[in-house]
């Protein structure tokens, strides 16, 4: 028997105990989740997908993103793809992918459609994202640099889960579902930098829910394919590490360490913006700016003069210029040709060094700023740095209320405190 498979279906399928600390992350994250769907909802992207979706006229079981309602298979498309249409979403650095994306529109699909408490919906999608963290882990980094998208990969199973669970499989079930899954996760790396990124968010939550669909019906699949010659693992490039990927299972929730962004660029350039938000950097006292990565990161988001909007999601120099300048990096729309072109940020660009450093972690960042007064300050951040939970709590809302305005995520926030049922918030995919 496939221990992994074996191991999380059984997971999955069983009661779980979670702490209030688990539970308000998790909300944290179904709220930051639906701020930036609905703020990205009329992104290109997001347009043709949902287009695409609504011409077919299918059967309205659950609501979109930007308006509407299509079958389950084709919301959670729909859902997931515009979710990661800003890529603002959550991130979890220990399999480098992001869990809400995938599992999220799979599981408030299908508890909507079948009229379910959000209760439900909140522990389905909180063992999902569990789920496919460890699988994440299981695969290793060798997965992800061999070109594979863990968001989409890793996240299809956990998408399949979390559905599975809202349809109160059993262990066997979980593990049919777990096998079928393996031969529809897919997601490449290829796809960044354009529609197709986000597109892969979609397929995961998609690809996740019509496997549990098949296998409610009665759908059998070999239940064992993640591991072994010719699975999932060996086909993909994973290490098969199974005692990371199992280590706690069921007592500790690696989900609780996922990171919420702040500020609507790369992840990469996150350490070095709070850095610089430590030192609170004005542009008229710089006389320079040096900043040490991980070289990881010298290759994704190092562009030296971007002179478009999604250019400078992917550029130190021109980010912390934007920063030093009061421009609010938390904002889509302060990214844009015009900040780019902007004098201004283009002479403090100019002042502004960017290093590669193999002593740094792939979540640090260090800056060294000279002010023109002759003092030299210094700041490092790491972005796995414990943040209290009050401290989170007022970002992620602070966030949610620029995106979708104050009331709105306070309306949410409320909700997912007190309970409702998962329609309610289905509703409030649209402004």
């Known amino acids: 028997m496939n221990d992994l498979t074996h191991s999380l279906a059984a997971f999955a399928a069983s009661p779980v105990t979670t702490s209030a600390q688990t539970r308000i992350v998790t909300s944290l994250s179904v709220l930051d989740w ?31 993103f930007g308006g509407g309602a299509a079958p389950l298979r084709a919301a959670a498309l729909v859902n997931g793809t515009v979710s990661h249409a800003l890529d603002y979403d959550d991130t979890h650095f220990a399999h480098i992918g992001h869990p809400s994306v995938a599992v999220m529109p799979a599981a408030l699909a299908v508890t909507e459609w079948d009229d379910r408490i959000l209760v439900d919906f909140l522990e389905a999608a909180l063992v999902g994202m569990e789920v496919s963290i460890r699988i994440g882990l299981w695969l290793g980094r060798a997965h992800y640099q061999a070109g594979f998208h863990q968001t989409a990969t ?32 897919a997601g490449m790396k290829a796809q960044f930098g354009t529609m197709g990124k986000p597109y892969n968010a979609g397929l995961a939550a998609s690809a996740g829910l019509e496997a549990a669909l098949l296998v409610q019906r009665g759908f059998e699949a070999n239940a064992d394919v993640l591991e072994g010659q010719y699975g999932f693992g060996a086909t993909h490039q994973g290490v098969a590490d199974l005692k990371t990927a199992l280590d706690g299972l069921g007592e500790d929730w690696l989900f609780e360490a996922v990171s919420h962004k702040f500020h609507a660029c790369c992840h990469g350039l996150h350490a070095a913006l709070e850095a610089a938000r430590e030192m609170d950097i004005a542009e008229p006292e710089v006389a320079e700016i040096k900043i040490r990565t ?49 004098p201004r940020i283009q002479s403090l660009r100019d002042r502004i060094t960017v290093e590669a450093d193999d002593t740094l972690s792939e979540t640090q960042a260090h800056l060294s700023l000279l002010r023109r007064d002759g003092v030299r300050r210094e700041s490092l951040h790491d972005l796995l740095a414990p943040m209290s939970l009050a401290d989170r709590e007022d970002r992620v809302r602070g966030k949610a209320a620029k995106l979708i305005g104050r009331d709105e995520a306070d309306a949410i926030w409320s909700m997912l405190r007190t309970g409702g049922r998962a329609r309610d918030l289905a509703n409030r995919l649209v402004d």
């Not at 299809?156 to 096998?179: H, K, P, S, W, Y």
């Open 34 to 64: 639906v701020a930036v769907g609905r703020a990205g909802a009329t992104e290109p992207v997001s347009n043709v997908i949902r287009d695409m979706v609504l011409a077919e006229n299918g059967a309205a079981q659950a609501h979109l």
């Open 294 to 342: 991980h070289p990881r990161w010298m290759s994704v988001c190092n562009q030296m003069s971007p002179t478009s909007g999604l250019g400078a999601k992917f550029s130190y120099r021109t980010v912390i210029a934007m920063q030093s300048l009061g421009y609010d990096t938390a904002l889509p729309d302060s990214y844009s040709k015009k900040t780019c072109a902007n």
């Open 154 to 185: 890793s996240g299809a199973f956990g998408a399949a889960v979390a559905a599975g669970r809202v349809f109160g499989f059993d262990t066997d079930q979980m593990r049919n579902v777990l096998g079928l899954t393996a031969t529809r996760a």
